[in-house]
């Protein structure tokens, strides 16, 4: 298997193309343009899991992040936004 370096991941929507587009860059080369902006924590949890339901609550949250500057893409948005339920643990 191919070792990647670490890198942050930017999901960008195109609104011409109607398109989310990932692109991967270097942390280093990242940090300065995200100084000072709005940051939100989504793992810091105590049961800290990245399951199925926090990687739908992470794609609802960033779906909903791109829509309050491109609203345009509400229109194409049918997802749940409360969590779902969880099974229970036997």
Do not use: C, W
Request: aromatic share 8%; proline share 8%; no cysteine.
């Amino acid at each position: 298997m191919a070792k990647h370096p670490p890198y942050s991941v930017v999901l960008t929507y195109d609104e011409n193309l109607q398109q989310l587009i990932v692109y991967t860059v270097d942390p280093n080369d990242l940090a300065p343009l995200v100084a000072g902006r709005m940051g939100v924590v989504m793992a810091d949890e105590q049961d800290f899991k990245l399951d199925d339901e926090f990687a739908r609550q992470l794609g609802v949250g960033l779906l909903n992040t791109i829509a309050l500057g491109q609203p345009d893409i509400k229109q194409y948005m049918t997802f749940t936004e409360a969590p779902t339920d969880r099974p229970s643990e036997e």
